[in-house]
């Protein structure tokens, strides 16, 4: 699973880290980063919370993408 944002179009609204601080982050003008490991790989055991994180982003800039 890898999680694709698109940082042109996030508002900074933060939903995303309140749904999974392990997957996602706000740089400093609020702007979304996505965590991943070095081979840009998700963990797994958060998927739930991930696919939560992208049914509620309110400027649509997350999205799934599955292996």
């Known amino acids: ?8 179009i996030c508002i ?3 939903m995303c880290v309140m749904a999974t601080e392990a997957v ?3 740089d400093d003008a609020g702007i979304v980063v996505v965590r991943a490991d ?15 994180a992208v049914r509620q982003c309110p400027s649509g800039a997350l999205s799934v993408v599955d292996d």
């Open 1 to 8: 699973m890898k999680i694709k944002a698109d940082r042109d």
């Open 12 to 14: 900074g609204a933060g």
């Open 24 to 26: 996602f982050d706000q």
């Open 38 to 52: 070095k081979e840009g790989q998700l963990p797994q055991d958060e998927r739930q919370q991930v696919h939560m």
